[in-house]
C-alpha cells in the first residue's frame, strides 16, 4: 500500500479562471497571465510570493513569461508534464512535491489555450510527413491509414469494450445527460441551460463510430489557473483549503500515447488502476468514501473504463452503474458537477480541479450538500494522474 | 459575377458567310495517293486501282475513293500549324482573317480554348477521276448557343466545305481560283462540327496520404510494405512478436531482433468507421480494423469493405496496396468461405 509523505500536508487554496468560450479574442498567453492573476488573488497572496509554476508540456505561454506579466519574482521551481490532459493532477502533484520538499512555498499550476477558434485538436494530425523521432513514430503510424484524431484513437477501443461488455450508445449517452444536466445549472458551462435527452444524443450525428458527436467533448478558448501551497501556510489564507488527500501519476503495462491497442484487451485503462491504487493507498479511502467524483470525460466511453478501474463498480458494469440518476447531482456518486468537458468546457482537465476545489468549499453551483471527499482525474487513455480532494476537517 | 466574354452578336454575323478565297488542292487526282489511302483503309475494291477493273463495272477508268474527297485538297501538316500558329498570336493581318480564322479567334476569346471534332458529314455528287483538279470553298453554315456538354462548356460550330472541280493549272491567284470555282462543277460537300469549349475544371486532385514518421527502429515495418511485405518484428532471444517496432523486448529483455514475414490473415478485433473530420487525402466514411494476425500481433490497417458490414472476429486477409512511390500500406478484405 502506497503512502506519500506529501499526501494530507498540502491543499489548493486559490483557483482562477477566463470564462470559456469559442473565440476568446485574446492571445493564450493573455488568457493564461488572467487565469494565474485570478488564482492569485483567490488565494489571498500576493506574485511575489510565487516561487514555482507547472504547466503541460502542450502549454504554448512560457511561465517566465506570465512570471514577468504578473511580478512573480524569483521562481526556484518550474516543471512541465507531459501527455496532454494525463497532465492535469500531475500539475498539483508536482507543486505538492515541491511545497513538501521545502522548494517552493506557493507553487502555481495553470493550463490556457485557444484550442476552438486556434489550434484544434479534433481537426486531427495533418500534413505529409511527420517528423521522424520515437514520439512520431508510434502515433504516426495511425496517420498513412486515416485514423487521426483523438476521437477515432479512442472509438478503437471503446468498440471492443462495448462488444465485450454489452455497452450500446443509448448507455454511454447517460454521461452525457449528467454532463449536461448539470452544466444546464452552471452559468459559467458553455451549454448552460442546454441540457439534452437520451433522444437528442441517439439523434446527433457520427464523429467516429461508435462515437457520436454527443459523446465527444467540446473545444473550448479559455484558462484555469490553480494556487498549492502547504496545510500549514493555508490555513492562514483566506480560503478553506482543499486538502491534498492523494496525488498519484500512473502508467500501465503495455502504454502508448493514446492508441494502447496491443494489450491483453482493450476493456480497460491500466494506467488508472496504478493511479486509483495510489489514491486509495495513499488517502487510506476508497471509493465509497467518495461524495462525488471529476472524471475526466474527453469522450465518454473512458468515463465508464474510469469507474471501473478505480473501484466503483466491477468490470463490465459501469454500464449498468450509471443508470437510473445515480451519477447526477442528488444520486449516490454525482460526477462531474460542474458539467465536465463535454457541457462546461474542455480545459485539458484543469477545470475539473478547480470544481473539486468549490465542492470542497462548499461553494459550487450544484454543490453537493455535505460534502467532504471528491476525487478527480486527468486525461484517459493516455498516461494519467488523478487527485483525492477532501475538507481541512 | 459572369465575366465571360460573349461574341454571340458577331458570331451570329458569321453564319452564313463564306470563309475567305477557295483553295486549290496541291496535287492532281493521282494513282499514287489512291493507293496510299485504299492501302491504309484496307479497301481491295478494284475500281480505285485496276483500270481493267473499273472498266469491267462500267466505268472508263480508275475513280478515286469518294472519302478521299478532303484529302485532294489538304495542305499538309507544316502548312497549316503555321497558320493555326499565326491566328492564336493574333499576327494574321485581318485582312488575311477568314471567317473561319475569325470565328476560332471569336470562340478563344470567349475562353473555349479548347477544341474537339464532334461530326463530319460527306455528300457526294459525282467520283473523281485521274487527272482532275479540286478546289474548295468554305461557309459557315452554323455556331450553336453556349451549351454546357460532358467535356465542358462551349459553342458546336458547323463548317460546311464544298468541293469543285476546275481546269488543272499550277499557278494561280486566290481570285483567279474563285472565278473558276464560281463557274465549275460542284462534285461533293462536308459537312464539319467542332466543339470549342472552355474545359470543366477538375476537381482537385486527391492529396497524398500523410506519411508515417520513419527512424531507424521502424524502417523494416515500412521499407518491407514497398517490397509487398507484412513484416512483424521477432524478438531472436525468446522468439516474442512485438508491434509497433521497438528496439527492445519487453518480455526478455533483448535487444537482439530480426522479423518474421507475416501471411496477412487474421481477425477483426476492433473496428471504427470515421465520419468527420474529413481529410481530402481518404474517402469517407472510412472504416479502419484493429487485425489480429494469426502469427499473434495485432495491426491497425483500412479495410476494404462496406463499413456497416464489419464486424468483430470477422476473418480478413490483407494484400498489401501501393499508395503512392513512397507509401504502401496492408488493405485487409473478408475472407469469402
Ligand atoms: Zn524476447
Redesign the interface.
Known sequence: MSSHRFAGEVAIVGIGATEFSKASGRSELRLATEAVKAAIADAGITPDQVGGMVTYSSETNPDVDIARALGIGDLTFFSRIHYGGGAACATVQQAALAVDAGVADYVVCYRAFNERSGNRFGAGVQGRAPIANAEMAHLGSYMPVGLLTPASWVAMAAQRYMHVTGTTSADLANIAIADRKHAATNPKAWFYEQPITLEDHQASRWIVEPLRLLDCCQETDGAQAIVVTSLERARDLPNAPAVIRAAAQGSGKGQDMMTSYYRDDLCGLPEMAVVGEQLWGTSGLGPADMDAAILYDHFSPYVLYQLEELGFCGKGEAKDFIKDGRIEHGGALPLNLHGGQLGEAYLHGMNGIAEGVRQVRGTAVNQVEGLDRIVVTAGTGVPTSGLVLSSDA | MDTRIDHSVALAALVGQVSGEPAMGPHLVNEAMIVHWVEAMGDANPVYVDDAGAREVGLEGIIAPPTMLQAWVMVGLRATLERESARASGSAKSGEESANDTMMRLLDEEGFTSVVATNCEQDYDRPLVLGEQVAVQLTIEAISDVKTTGLGTGRFATTRYDFYVIPPSTERSGSAIAAEVASAERIGTMRFRILKFAPAPRSAPK?????????Q??AFFWEGLKDGELRIQRCTSCGTL????LPGCGECQSLDWDWIVSAGAGEI?????????Q?P??DY??P?G?IELDEG??I???LDMN?DDVK?GMRVQASIVA?DDE?S?PVFAPVTA
Open positions: 492529396p497524398p496520404r500523410p506519411l508515417p514518421s520513419v527512424t527502429d521502424n512485438r508491434h509497433t517496432p478485433y476492433s473496428h471504427v468507421t470515421v465520419h468527420y473530420p481529410v487525402s481518404f466514411p472510412l479502419i484493429l500481433t495485432r491497425v490497417a483500412n463499413p468483430i499508395f507509401l500500406l
